[in-house]
Protein backbone atom coordinates (compact mmCIF):
# COMPACT_ATOMS: atom_id res chain seq x y z
CA UNK A 1 0.00 0.00 0.00
CA UNK A 2 1.39 3.26 -0.39
CA UNK A 3 0.11 6.67 1.05
CA UNK A 4 0.66 9.56 -1.08
CA UNK A 5 -0.52 12.21 1.03
CA UNK A 6 -1.17 13.20 4.92
CA UNK A 7 -5.06 13.12 4.53
CA UNK A 8 -4.60 9.29 3.64
CA UNK A 9 -2.18 8.84 6.27
CA UNK A 10 -4.13 9.91 8.75
CA UNK A 11 -7.01 7.79 8.18
CA UNK A 12 -5.52 5.04 10.20
CA UNK A 13 -4.78 5.47 12.95
CA UNK A 14 -1.78 3.36 13.93
CA UNK A 15 0.00 3.96 10.82
CA UNK A 16 -0.44 7.90 11.87
CA UNK A 17 1.28 7.14 15.11
CA UNK A 18 4.24 4.91 13.99
CA UNK A 19 5.07 7.34 11.51
CA UNK A 20 4.33 10.52 13.57
CA UNK A 21 6.65 9.26 16.23
CA UNK A 22 9.42 7.73 13.04
CA UNK A 23 9.33 11.55 12.04
CA UNK A 24 10.04 12.95 15.09
CA UNK A 25 13.07 10.96 15.77
CA UNK A 26 14.61 11.61 12.29
CA UNK A 27 13.90 15.38 12.91
CA UNK A 28 15.31 15.86 16.64
CA UNK A 29 18.56 13.57 15.82
CA UNK A 30 19.12 15.45 12.74
CA UNK A 31 18.70 18.99 14.72
CA UNK A 32 20.82 18.32 17.93
CA UNK A 33 23.68 16.63 15.65
CA UNK A 34 23.46 20.38 13.24
CA UNK A 35 23.30 22.41 16.29
CA UNK A 36 26.37 20.57 18.07
CA UNK A 37 28.35 21.05 14.08
CA UNK A 38 27.33 24.70 14.26
CA UNK A 39 29.32 24.86 18.10
CA UNK A 40 32.48 24.40 15.59
CA UNK A 41 31.88 27.13 12.93
CA UNK A 42 35.31 29.40 13.36
CA UNK A 43 36.89 26.85 15.52
CA UNK A 44 37.36 23.67 13.29
CA UNK A 45 41.56 22.45 13.04
CA UNK A 46 41.67 24.46 10.21
CA UNK A 47 39.94 26.99 7.24
CA UNK A 48 39.17 24.29 4.55
CA UNK A 49 37.46 21.92 7.73
CA UNK A 50 35.59 25.36 9.03
CA UNK A 51 34.09 25.53 5.03
CA UNK A 52 33.54 21.71 5.12
CA UNK A 53 31.92 21.07 8.43
CA UNK A 54 29.91 24.29 7.83
CA UNK A 55 27.89 22.83 4.69
CA UNK A 56 27.33 19.60 5.71
CA UNK A 57 25.79 21.06 9.33
CA UNK A 58 23.41 23.22 6.97
CA UNK A 59 22.99 19.97 5.19
CA UNK A 60 21.72 18.69 8.27
CA UNK A 61 19.63 21.37 9.65
CA UNK A 62 17.84 21.17 6.40
CA UNK A 63 17.56 17.85 7.02
CA UNK A 64 15.99 18.18 9.65
CA UNK A 65 13.81 21.00 8.68
CA UNK A 66 12.09 18.62 5.66
CA UNK A 67 11.23 16.23 8.36
CA UNK A 68 9.74 19.12 10.47
CA UNK A 69 7.80 19.92 7.30
CA UNK A 70 6.34 16.40 7.11
CA UNK A 71 5.33 16.82 10.82
CA UNK A 72 3.43 20.23 9.91
CA UNK A 73 1.77 18.21 7.03
CA UNK A 74 0.53 15.71 9.09
CA UNK A 75 -1.09 18.82 11.87
CA UNK A 76 1.58 18.18 14.24
CA UNK A 77 2.09 21.89 14.27
CA UNK A 78 4.15 24.89 12.36
CA UNK A 79 7.76 23.20 11.72
CA UNK A 80 9.81 25.88 13.12
CA UNK A 81 7.97 25.87 16.56
CA UNK A 82 8.18 21.91 16.38
CA UNK A 83 12.12 22.32 16.06
CA UNK A 84 12.65 25.15 18.26
CA UNK A 85 9.64 25.60 20.62
CA UNK A 86 9.19 22.19 22.24
CA UNK A 87 10.38 21.20 25.54
CA UNK A 88 13.62 18.46 25.91
CA UNK A 89 10.86 16.01 27.41
CA UNK A 90 9.28 16.14 23.89
CA UNK A 91 12.33 15.77 21.78
CA UNK A 92 13.03 12.34 20.19
CA UNK A 93 16.56 12.53 19.56
CA UNK A 94 19.04 10.33 21.05
CA UNK A 95 20.75 11.51 24.30
CA UNK A 96 24.25 10.59 22.75
CA UNK A 97 23.79 12.98 20.04
CA UNK A 98 23.59 15.39 23.01
CA UNK A 99 27.01 15.06 24.71
CA UNK A 100 28.58 18.52 24.54
CA UNK A 101 31.74 19.10 22.48
CA UNK A 102 33.69 19.95 25.39
CA UNK A 103 34.12 21.85 28.45
CA UNK A 104 34.04 25.72 28.46
CA UNK A 105 31.92 28.01 25.94
CA UNK A 106 31.79 28.96 22.24
CA UNK A 107 33.09 32.69 23.53
CA UNK A 108 34.93 31.58 26.32
CA UNK A 109 37.55 29.52 25.86
CA UNK A 110 36.31 26.48 23.96
CA UNK A 111 37.64 23.09 25.22
CA UNK A 112 36.26 21.42 22.55
CA UNK A 113 37.28 17.70 21.47
CA UNK A 114 37.54 17.25 17.76
CA UNK A 115 38.06 13.28 18.29
CA UNK A 116 34.32 13.37 20.43
CA UNK A 117 33.19 15.29 16.84
CA UNK A 118 34.53 12.79 14.21
CA UNK A 119 33.53 9.89 15.82
CA UNK A 120 30.26 10.95 16.78
CA UNK A 121 29.59 12.42 12.77
CA UNK A 122 31.22 8.88 11.99
CA UNK A 123 28.57 6.75 14.09
CA UNK A 124 25.69 9.08 12.68
CA UNK A 125 26.19 8.73 9.30
CA UNK A 126 26.75 5.31 9.37
CA UNK A 127 23.36 4.30 11.35
CA UNK A 128 21.58 7.41 9.04
CA UNK A 129 22.61 5.69 5.96
CA UNK A 130 21.09 2.58 7.31
CA UNK A 131 18.05 4.29 8.02
CA UNK A 132 17.92 6.57 5.19
CA UNK A 133 17.71 3.45 3.28
CA UNK A 134 15.42 1.43 5.11
CA UNK A 135 12.90 4.77 4.90
CA UNK A 136 13.61 5.66 1.31
CA UNK A 137 11.55 2.53 0.21
CA UNK A 138 8.46 4.00 2.42
CA UNK A 139 4.90 3.63 1.65
CA UNK A 140 4.47 7.03 3.03
CA UNK A 141 5.66 8.66 -0.26
CA UNK A 142 5.95 12.05 0.62
CA UNK A 143 9.31 10.69 2.90
CA UNK A 144 9.88 8.11 0.74
CA UNK A 145 11.21 11.20 -1.53
CA UNK A 146 12.60 13.29 1.20
CA UNK A 147 14.47 9.81 2.08
CA UNK A 148 15.75 9.65 -0.95
CA UNK A 149 16.76 13.20 -1.69
CA UNK A 150 18.57 13.27 1.52
CA UNK A 151 20.41 10.03 0.86
CA UNK A 152 22.30 11.77 -2.12
CA UNK A 153 23.65 14.40 0.14
CA UNK A 154 23.75 11.61 3.09
CA UNK A 155 27.17 9.79 0.88
CA UNK A 156 29.13 12.93 0.83
CA UNK A 157 28.92 13.43 4.22
CA UNK A 158 29.89 10.00 5.17
CA UNK A 159 32.73 10.12 3.19
CA UNK A 160 34.18 13.25 4.91
CA UNK A 161 33.58 11.68 8.31
CA UNK A 162 35.21 8.43 7.03
CA UNK A 163 38.47 10.82 5.42
CA UNK A 164 38.93 12.14 9.01
CA UNK A 165 38.56 8.41 11.41
CA UNK A 166 41.29 7.32 8.26
CA UNK A 167 43.58 9.96 9.19
CA UNK A 168 43.60 10.41 12.64
CA UNK A 169 44.11 6.77 13.14
CA UNK A 170 47.04 6.88 10.95
CA UNK A 171 48.54 9.85 12.93
CA UNK A 172 50.15 10.79 15.50
CA UNK A 173 50.02 8.83 18.52
CA UNK A 174 48.19 10.92 20.83
CA UNK A 175 45.67 11.24 17.84
CA UNK A 176 45.13 7.40 17.84
CA UNK A 177 44.85 7.27 21.60
CA UNK A 178 42.05 9.93 21.09
CA UNK A 179 39.98 8.10 17.90
CA UNK A 180 40.26 4.98 19.68
CA UNK A 181 38.56 6.23 23.32
CA UNK A 182 35.99 7.98 21.82
CA UNK A 183 35.18 5.17 19.61
CA UNK A 184 35.29 2.92 22.81
CA UNK A 185 33.20 5.70 24.56
CA UNK A 186 31.01 5.61 20.95
CA UNK A 187 30.41 1.99 20.86
CA UNK A 188 28.97 1.97 24.90
CA UNK A 189 26.48 5.27 24.50
CA UNK A 190 25.25 4.75 20.94
CA UNK A 191 22.48 2.46 21.54
CA UNK A 192 19.73 4.95 22.13
CA UNK A 193 20.58 6.17 18.51
CA UNK A 194 19.15 2.73 17.61
CA UNK A 195 15.24 2.84 19.32
Request: a negative charge.
Amino acid sequence: MIVKTAAEAKQDRTYIKALTELLYQLADDDFIVAYRGSEWLGLAPHIEEDVAFSSITQNTMGHAFMYYQLLEELGEGEADKLAHERQAKERRNAIYLEKKNGTGTYLENPQFDWALTVVRHYFYEVFKKVKLEAVSTSSYEPLKLVAQKILMEQTYHLAHWELWITQLIHSTKEAKTRIRERIVEAWQEFGDCLN
